[in-house]
T-cell receptor, first 109, second 116 residues
Framework: GQNIDQPTEMTATEGAIVQINCTYQ??????LFWYQQHAGEAPTFLSY??LDGLEEKGRFSSFLSRSKGYSYLLLKELQMKDSASYLC??????????WGAGTKLIIKP | IAGITQAPTSQILAAGRRMTLRCTQD?????MYWYRQDLGLGLRLIHY???????GKGEVPDGYSVSRANTDDFPLTLASAVPSQTSVYFC???????????????FGEGSRLTVL
């Protein structure tokens, strides 16, 4: 079956770095998405990876290893506003998005 | 620019009632989607439309119906609501078909539905 695994909750300190991991099993693969969702709000797009390697976008970076079925989202210089849920989603061969349950990130001062 | 607008933002209704959640986008995106989000679960696709005039079933379509008469509107109807349909519903769109292909999804603000 198709599956996405990511930690339920993580805690980090303001100004620090945190890495949120995601492993996926899909029938075929057409890319890996990360979305941010603040409590009570809509998800918003953060990144898309389809090739192996690291994509950097400001304080946020996303990494993909297709051979390992693994991705991570790296957040640097954490700010209080980064407190949110981070959703990992993999796209299968039919361009269907398979979503993880999300990782709730708590930032402490 | 509004993006995607959903209505209502919140609704409580009795089991057995009919309910339509409205979704309108002004980005001229071809593809539109309805998801439900429940605590502890990932977003689950209910129905989708790759282009006006066509619709398809997602992962959890039972008890829901959709229509896509034009590019902008994609209403979701619960013919006879049941308590298990209590959830937060998100409408989304993308500018490419094939269930989003490689295009990012743009989400509405959500409709919180409680069925008693």
């Amino acid at each position: 079956g198709q599956n996405i695994d990511q930690p339920t909750e993580m805690t980090a300190t303001e100004g620090a770095i945190v890495q949120i991991n995601c492993t996926y099993q899909t029938s075929g693969f057409n890319g890996l998405f990360w979305y941010q969702q603040h409590a009570g709000e809509a998800p918003t797009f953060l990144s898309y990876n389809v090739l192996d390697g690291l994509e950097e976008k400001g304080r946020f970076s996303s990494f993909l290893s297709r051979s390992k079925g693994y991705s991570y989202l790296l957040l640097k210089e954490l700010q209080m506003k980064d407190s949110a849920s981070y959703l990992c989603a993999a796209m299968d061969s039919n361009y269907q998005l398979i979503w993880g349950a999300g990782t709730k990130l708590i930032i402490k001062p | 620019i509004a993006g995607i607008t959903q209505a209502p933002t919140s609704q409580i209704l009795a089991a057995g009632r009919r309910m339509t959640l409205r979704c309108t986008q002004d980005m001229r995106h071809n593809a539109m989607y309805w998801y439900r989000q429940d605590l502890g679960l990932g977003l689950r696709l209910i129905h989708y439309s790759n282009t006006a005039g066509t619709t398809g079933k997602g992962e959890v379509p039972d008890g829901y119906s959709v229509s896509r008469a034009n590019t902008d509107d994609f209403p979701l109807t619960l013919a006879s609501a049941v308590p298990s349909q209590t959830s937060v519903y998100f409408c989304a769109s993308s500018d490419s078909g094939g269930q989003g292909a490689t295009g990012e999804l743009f989400f509405g603000e959500g409709s919180r539905l409680t069925v008693l």
